[in-house]
Each structure stands twice: as structure tokens, then as C-alpha cells.
């Protein structure tokens, strides 16, 4: 329906995620699910924006299949979108902006939730489609400075088109709660980014006389023998969080710069919501971390592959309680003050009215 002369509406925008997410939006609605993976899009309609969710189509049929239809399903997407929006926001930059851009569909707006990985281990005929795909994108939105900087080196593009905008998390839903310490303090390592170094985690911990719990996949332990009495189970939502709330310290292992899978903005996720949870967290080095952890205030950060610093970092936060303390209080502070969802959808609202 057109809009009547003299009035104006709110520019839609489109959310398409890489998986669906209608069922999770009723979730985060009930309070049973952090609306962190909304990617702020529960919060724009407060910004002026119109703001919906696209949910794709299920992959049927084996592994190959689907990772071939997980590409072709973009163009789909963007015909399917033509006159039903002013902008999408998608971190599916494969085909979906170039084929928005030649049906002369609305502008996308691409989230980088690591394109700089997927470039370096992409090659030349892959890397030029991407290149592509990414020039006919309206905006391209960063969750650090280092991945800007690194994907500007990578594709040449113009700095103007490539925006930084902090990741947040759900600090209502990840609220700090009040425990009784443990006798044996509860070691709490989460993430399924293929990035992450349990390995090194491992060795560090052996021997502590701590309980451990790991929250992932079992394709984040190939060839990882496990110590005894360690637990490595996929958890949902609200069991994720109950486990926040026992645990004294979040350790978030991963791979050196570079590592060729998952993501270089990988672990943020975790991290945010153990910093909201007013946990102390151990991290291992990574550049995009250094636009949300200050090391000795709201965090420890040590090397990665170094599981001998790993474990004297870990031991100083569970033997000494005042540090413990106040690396939690300050990253509770930190989250507050700069990276929730709603300071996220601030970051990205002026881009997609932009685009709109």
C-alpha cells in the first residue's frame, strides 16, 4: 500500500540471519532466551525503524547438498525481498548483496562475523566473487577496529563503505546474581568457534583444584583427551546462564591471529556475557579484543598456545577473591556503559537509515 501524501512511515529494514530466528525472538520475548543473536533488531522500532526478521528457507538433504543450497539461497533471498523492504541487514555476503545490486533490489547492509577468515583461506576465483558481493554492498559493519583494518588491507575497499560498530549482549538476561562461594570454585570455558584452543585450556587446568565444565561442541574437542572429572556438554540458554551465575572465573581459550577457522571476531559472544555477568574472564590474546577488555581491569589476557601462562592467570584470579571481584565489577561496568544490544542498534540505526 502506498504511503497517503503528507504522511511518511518508518524505513523497513530487513534482518536476514544465517539461521532462522522467529522462534527465537518469541523466546527473548518470554524471557527465556538473551535476544544477544537479534543483533539489536528488537530495539530499532524504538530508533525509528521498522525493523523485521527474514527467515530463510530449512537446508534439506546431506552435508553436501546443503552447504551448496547455503550459497544459492542468497540471490532467492534477495528477489524474495524486492518490494517488501528499504534495507536488509544479513551477515550473508557471499552472493546476497551482488545479486540484490543486479536486480536492483534494496540496498544490504553486511555484518562481518568473519569475512576475514573466509578471504584467507579463499582462493583467487572465490576471493574475486567475494570482492564482488562486497563492493555492492551499501555499508559493510565491523565488530572491532582490527577486523576494519584487517578486511581494508584485505579487499582494497573504500574506508568510507566499512563501519565499526561493538558487538553487545543481553545484560538484563545475563544479570550478575549473588553466590555463595564454592568449596571447590566452579572453572567455566565456553564457545563452539572453531577458533577456540581447548587443548591448550586443558593442559592449563590439569591438575587445579578447581571443578570444570566445558560449554561446546563435540567438534571443539577432536583429539582432546579429557581429564577426569572434567564435563563438556552443550548447554541451552537459561542452563548457560545458571552456569555463569555458579562459576568463578570464564576462561575464553583460543587460536593465535591468523588461525585459518571461525571467526577473528570469534569469542566475543562469551565474552560479553561473562563480562555481564559480572564474572573476572581469562582470555587469550586476539586483536579484536582490544576494543572490549582493558588487560588488569576487565580482564586478564595472556598469549595464546600458552598454557602455562593460561594456568598462572587463572590460578591468581580463584586464589586471590579481590581481584576476582573487581575484574567482575568493572566488566559488568564496561558491558553497562557501552555493550549492550541496545548500543548496538544505535551503532548500526544511522547505517541502515543510510541505506534506507
Excluded at 558481493?133 to 551499501?138: C, D, G, I, M, T
Excluded at 565491523?142 to 563501519?163: F, N
Excluded at 545484560?171 to 581447548?198: H, N, Q, S, T
Excluded at 585450556?201 to 566445558?214: H, K, P, Q, S, T
Aim: contains cysteine.
Amino acid at each position: 500500500m502506498a504511503t497517503p501524501v503528507g504522511r511518511s512511515r518508518s524505513p523497513r529494514v530487513t534482518f536476514v540471519y544465517p539461521n532462522r530466528r522467529r522462534e527465537l525472538a518469541a523466546e527473548v520475548a518470554a524471557g527465556r532466551a538473551p535476544d544477544t543473536t537479534l543483533l539489536g533488531q528488537n530495539h530499532l522500532a524504538e530508533l525509528g525503524l521498522d525493523a523485521r526478521i527474514h527467515d530463510p528457507g530449512r537446508l534439506l538433504g546431506g552435508p553436501l547438498l546443503r552447504r551448496l543450497l547455503w550459497n544459492l539461497r542468497e540471490p532467492v533471498i534477495a528477489w524474495s525481498l524486492a518490494s517488501r523492504t528499504d534495507a536488509v541487514f544479513t551477515p550473508l555476503a557471499a552472493l546476497l548483496p551482488l545479486a540484490a545490486a543486479a536486480r536492483r533490489c534494496p540496498p544490504v547492509v553486511v555484518v562481518n562475523f568473519g569475512l576475514c577468515t573466509i578471504w584467507e583461506r579463499s582462493g583467487r576465483a572465490r576471493r574475486r566473487l567475494l570482492l564482488a558481493s562486497l563492493r555492492a554492498a551499501e555499508a559493510i559493519v565491523c565488530l572491532g577496529r582490527s577486523q576494519r583494518d584487517l578486511l581494508l588491507r584485505q579487499t582494497g575497499l573504500p574506508p568510507e563503505s566499512v563501519v565499526t560498530v561493538h558487538l553487545g549482549v543481553d545484560e538484563r538476561f545475563f544479570a550478575p546474581r549473588a553466590e555463595e562461594p564454592a568449596e571447590r570454585p566452579l572453572l567455566l570455558a565456553v564457545g563452539k568457534d572453531l577458533a577456540r584452543d581447548y587443548a591448550t585450556f586443558v593442559d592449563a587446568v590439569e591438575g587445579l583444584d578447581v571443578r570444570v565444565e566445558l560449554a561446546c561442541l563435540p567438534r571443539n574437542l577432536e583429539g582432546i583427551a579429557l581429564p577426569p572429572g572434567v564435563r563438556a556438554r552443550f548447554v541451552g540458554p537459561l542452563e548457560l546462564r545458571e552456569l555463569y551465575h555458579e562459576a568463578a572465573c570464564v576462561v575464553l581459550p583460543q587460536r593465535e591471529e591468523g588461525y585459518p577457522y571461525g571467526s577473528e571476531g570469534g569469542g566475543l559472544t562469551a565474552l560479553l556475557e561473562a563480562m555481564a555477568s559480572g564474572l573476572p574472564v581469562v582470555a587469550s590474546e586476539r586483536p579484536v579484543l582490544a576494543d572490549y577488555v582493558e588487560h588488569g581491569e576487565t580482564a586478564l589476557v595472556v598469549p595464546p598456545r600458552r598454557p602455562e601462562l593460561l594456568r598462572e592467570a587463572i590460578a591468581r584470579v580463584i586464589d586471590d577473591r579481590a581481584l576476582a571481584a573487581s575484574l567482575g565489577s568493572a566488566a559488568r561496568r564496561a558491558v553497562e556503559d557501552r555493550f549492550t544490544t541496545r548500543h548496538f542498534a544505535e551503532g548500526i540505526a544511522p547505517v541502515l537509515r543510510a541505506a534506507a
